[in-house]
């Protein structure tokens, strides 16, 4: 999809690093985001409020805000009942309307509230989303689905507030769209020429390349 794409803000969410018990053993993870009522700043590096326990695999400029479309919601009622009416459930900072995987590609600009925002990578989970849920299974269904959310780079710090609209302002050139680059990650069964395809693409993150490298191989 490369015409008009617009969307909303459901909620946002922020939270900073807490332990969390895990195995006999205690970790940090900023997963657990409270809903913020009103508005709050998106900068360069995240919501004020927001931050990450582990810098190496989360948080930066590439990864200043994790959106989740809302639409996934239903998918998981079935699994989580207890747990699914929680806002920010799968640790997004951006539970989102209208921006699904297949309608959105890598490097999509998005106007958000008073924020402009660049699309990134998709998010892939580890054992933390399971402590979330309260499943701790739910990592390898989670990857499976593809219904895996995505990242934002800020190009312009603004506030952002639920409800706000969120339209798409440009259109990556490559045509990338999010779902066919999580396919490429972890699909089933990828199609090599699609494999090819992606790695010809100046845009793809070296991590990306990587992996896709090895799968074609």
């Given amino acids: 999809m490369t015409g008009p794409l617009t969307g909303r803000v459901r ?19 900023a997963i657990f985001k ?15 409020g927001d931050g990450q326990a582990d810098r190496r695999y989360h948080g930066g400029p590439d ?43 890598v490097g999509d600009v998005l106007t958000v509230g008073g924020a402009q925002v660049q699309i990134t990578v998709p998010r892939v989970p580890c054992f933390k989303l399971g402590l979330r849920t309260g ?21 312009a710090p603004g506030s952002v507030a639920a409800g706000d609209p969120i339209e798409r302002v440009a259109v990556d050139p490559h045509g990338l769209t999010m779902a066919s680059l999580v396919d490429a990650l972890f699909g089933p069964d990828p199609d090599p020429a699609e494999l090819e395809r992606i790695l010809a693409l100046p845009i793809l993150h070296p991590k990306h390349r990587t992996r896709i490298e090895a799968r074609l191989r």
């Fill in 11 to 29: 909620s946002v969410q922020v939270g900073r690093p807490r332990p969390l018990e895990h195995q006999g053993r205690t970790i940090r993870s």
């Fill in 34 to 48: 409270e809903r913020v009522e009103g508005p709050v700043h998106l900068g360069a590096l995240g919501f004020d």
């Fill in 63 to 105: 990864q200043a805000a994790y959106a989740y479309p809302f639409e996934h919601y239903a998918h998981w009622a079935a699994r989580l009942p207890d747990r699914i009416a929680e806002p920010g459930l799968f640790g997004e900072n951006l539970t989102v309307e209208g921006l699904l995987e297949d309608e959105v590609h």
């Fill in 135 to 155: 499943d701790p299974s739910i990592v390898e269904p989670f990857l499976e689905s593809g219904r895996l959310g995505f990242y934002l780079r800020v190009l």
